[in-house]
């Protein structure tokens, strides 16, 4: 397990989650919901990572993190469905069409995220000390 790499994704979780409150502040939902869904995915790579684990593609993480974590009980069933949520999200965000966000949609997701965040932290500390 590389300790400098996966503190690193922990504090990119945070600042990224950072960056999607300042854009959501700023009305930009679309962003906002992008910033969302990478803060989780940094925070959810650093996780597997206390496993040597990772994958080349988002589904390959997404699947990991089911298998490691989720389905394992290591991490609540609801916080896996809200990660894939996010995804499809963040995918209709970035390259569909005639897509719109309610703005306390996006407001609560932002809350759900950094709970997601908070609880993948205690879990990477189990992870890692043993």
């Keep these: 397990m590389s300790e400098k790499l996966i503190e690193y994704r ?3 979780a945070k600042e990224t989650l950072e960056d999607a409150k300042r854009l959501f502040d700023a009305g930009s939902l679309f962003s906002a919901v992008n910033r969302i869904y990478y803060a ?3 925070e ?3 996780l ?3 496993k040597n684990l990772s994958a080349s593609k988002h589904s390959g993480v997404r699947a990991l993190f ?3 974590f989720v389905k394992t009980g290591k991490v609540k069933v ?3 469905k809200f990660f894939g949520q996010m995804f499809d999200f963040r995918q209709k965000s970035d390259y569909g069409d005639f897509v719109r966000f309610e703005e306390d949609k996006v407001n609560e997701w932002l809350g759900k995220a950094e709970e997601f965040i908070e609880e ?3 879990v990477i500390e189990k992870e890692k000390a043993g």
């Design 78 to 80: 609801d916080m896996g």
């Design 48 to 50: 597997l990572l206390t």
């Design 66 to 68: 089911n298998k490691e």
């Design 10 to 12: 922990r504090v990119r």
């Design 44 to 46: 959810v790579t650093a």
């Design 120 to 122: 993948l932290e205690k």
């Design 40 to 42: 989780m995915f940094y």
